[in-house]
């Protein structure tokens, strides 16, 4: 079944619903609040599914967590995006340093 059997503790609520999840039920454990919920009670998508049950350290995060990791995620992009340009002035500016160097030696000689 959709359940990580023997993982539910004694008195673990669903968050959706607020009621137990029982080891009879099928529940699924949020990685990053380690939450717990009810299957049935969250969307889970198809991929996720196909492997809940045979994998014991299956990663799932629940809705807000995993808006969360995208927001993070789209943050840390832009954050990539900006390093690279930095870099990329900084490549720039070490040529032209590198020039002006050039330069300065032929004026010197
Ligand atoms: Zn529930
Ligand atoms: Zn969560």
Excluded: Y
Aim: with cysteine; charged share 35%; glycine share 6%.
């Amino acid at each position: 079944m959709l359940q990580r059997k023997g993982s539910v503790k004694e008195g673990e609520k669903c968050d959706v619903c607020e009621k137990n999840v029982s080891e009879r039920e099928a529940g699924i454990q949020c990685e990053l609040c380690e939450k717990w919920f009810h299957t049935g009670c969250v969307t889970i998508s198809e991929d996720t599914n196909k492997v809940l049950g045979k994998m014991t350290n299956l990663h799932w995060f629940c809705e807000p967590c995993n808006n969360g990791a995208r927001k993070l995620l789209v943050n840390f992009s832009r954050l990539n995006e900006r390093i690279c340009q930095v870099e990329l002035e900084l490549k720039i500016s070490k040529v032209e340093c590198a020039k002006l160097n050039k330069k300065v030696e032929k004026m010197r000689n």
